[in-house]
Every structure is written in structure tokens, then in C-alpha cells.
């Protein structure tokens, strides 16, 4: 799948090899550090994230989610993974999750590769409808309503970032 910035590649992977799964890790931790909401509160280090990223390639090779990666000149951009529900009145949508493009590479229109990557991946999947949370006080809901997404629901301080810092966690579905 080519896109608006030429050198950018949004892949399915299936099979995850060494230098992958590094890269992966790399970018999960930087992105945390640089104060990216993608599941850990900064600061973290590569072993609080290992067993994160491990425990979610082993639902990759289960099937349970589909990991869609975005290069740049070959090198891992960004990622994010599409989480596959089991139950079978639910196998028409997914829910995205860790959507991440390396700080390095932020600013350049790559998230918008990335993001129309999965959509065409769910799309390609038979998926009909996407569902994600965001934090509260991050703003990445604008980031979302470029496709369409809409708000359906919030959690109050379903996200404790520390002590007397909880957030809401905002829901939102698309339908392809
Ligand atoms: C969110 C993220 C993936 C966007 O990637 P990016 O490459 O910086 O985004 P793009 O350059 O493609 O931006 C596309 C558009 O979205 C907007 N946008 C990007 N990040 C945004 C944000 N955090 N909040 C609101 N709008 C945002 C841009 O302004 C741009 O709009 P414009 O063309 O009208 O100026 C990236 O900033 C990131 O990895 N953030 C850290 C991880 C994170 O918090 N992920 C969200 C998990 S819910």
C-alpha cells in the first residue's frame, strides 16, 4: 500500500522477526518518553515495555490482533494494531489501538498514512466499524475527526497518569 509521502509503506505483518520486534519495542519507548498516550506513563525503559510488546505479539500469532506497521525508506515509522474481539456478535468491528509514529518522524503527515493504512487493512479484513479510546486533555480527538470518528461515551477517571491525576477516557467509532 503506497501513500501521499512517497517513501511511506503500511503493511499487515503477520510474522514478527528480531529486528521487528526491536524496532517495535524502540519505538513504543520513545514514544512514551516523548508523552505519547499509548498505555504506559512516561518515564519508561525497554524492560517495562518487553513483556507489554511481547504479551501483544503473542495475540498477533494467535490472530486475536492484526498488527499493521508503517516504514519509511524501510525503516519502522509507526504502528498500530487492530484487537479482534472472540465473540462472534462482535466480529464485525475492532478496536484500535496503539497508534504511534516515532517523535522523529511526527509533524510530516505520517500518522495520517498511518491511520488510512488501517483503515483499508480493516477494510481489506471485513471489518465495518472501528471503535477507540483516547485520553481526556491530549486533544487527539481532532486527530481522529479527520476520518470521521465520532464520540460516543466517556469513562470518568477510568485513566489514573498518577496520584490525583485521573482522566477521562473518551470513546469513539467510525464505520468504514
Ligand atoms: C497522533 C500521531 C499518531 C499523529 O501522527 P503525526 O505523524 O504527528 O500526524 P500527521 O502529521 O499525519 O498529522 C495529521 C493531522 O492531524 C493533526 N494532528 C496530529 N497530531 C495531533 C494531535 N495529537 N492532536 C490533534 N491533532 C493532531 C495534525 O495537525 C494534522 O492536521 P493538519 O494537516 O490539519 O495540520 C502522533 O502524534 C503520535 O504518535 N503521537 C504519540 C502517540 C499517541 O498519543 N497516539 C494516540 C493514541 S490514542
Do not use: K
Not at 501521499?4 to 524496532?23: G, M
Not at 498505555?39 to 498477533?60: I, M, Q, S
Amino acid at each position: 500500500m503506497t501513500s501521499a509521502v512517497p517513501s511511506a509503506v503500511v503493511t499487515a505483518v503477520d510474522t514478527v522477526d528480531a529486528r521487528l520486534r526491536r524496532e517495535l519495542l524502540a519505538c513504543w519507548t520513545e514514544v512514551t518518553n516523548a508523552g505519547g498516550a499509548v498505555g504506559f506513563v512516561p518515564p519508561v525503559t525497554e524492560d517495562d515495555v518487553a513483556p507489554v510488546l511481547d504479551a501483544l505479539l503473542d495475540r498477533v500469532r494467535q490472530g486475536r490482533e492484526r498488527l499493521v506497521v508503517l516504514t519509511e525508506d524501510g525503516a519502522l515509522a509507526g504502528w498500530a494494531v487492530l484487537s479482534l474481539s472472540l465473540s462472534p456478535l462482535r466480529r464485525h468491528w475492532a478496536t484500535v489501538l496503539r497508534v504511534q509514529v516515532h517523535p522523529h518522524r511526527q509533524g510530516r503527515g505520517l500518522g495520517r498514512v498511518l491511520l488510512s493504512g488501517v483503515h483499508a487493512v480493516a477494510r481489506d479484513s471485513g471489518l465495518e466499524m472501528l471503535h477507540l479510546t483516547v485520553r481526556e486533555g491530549y486533544g487527539l480527538e481532532r486527530f481522529y475527526a479527520q476520518w470521521g470518528y465520532r464520540e460516543f461515551g466517556r469513562m470518568p477517571g477510568a485513566i489514573r497518569l498518577g496520584p490525583g491525576d485521573d482522566r477521562e477516557e473518551l470513546h469513539l467509532y467510525v464505520r468504514l
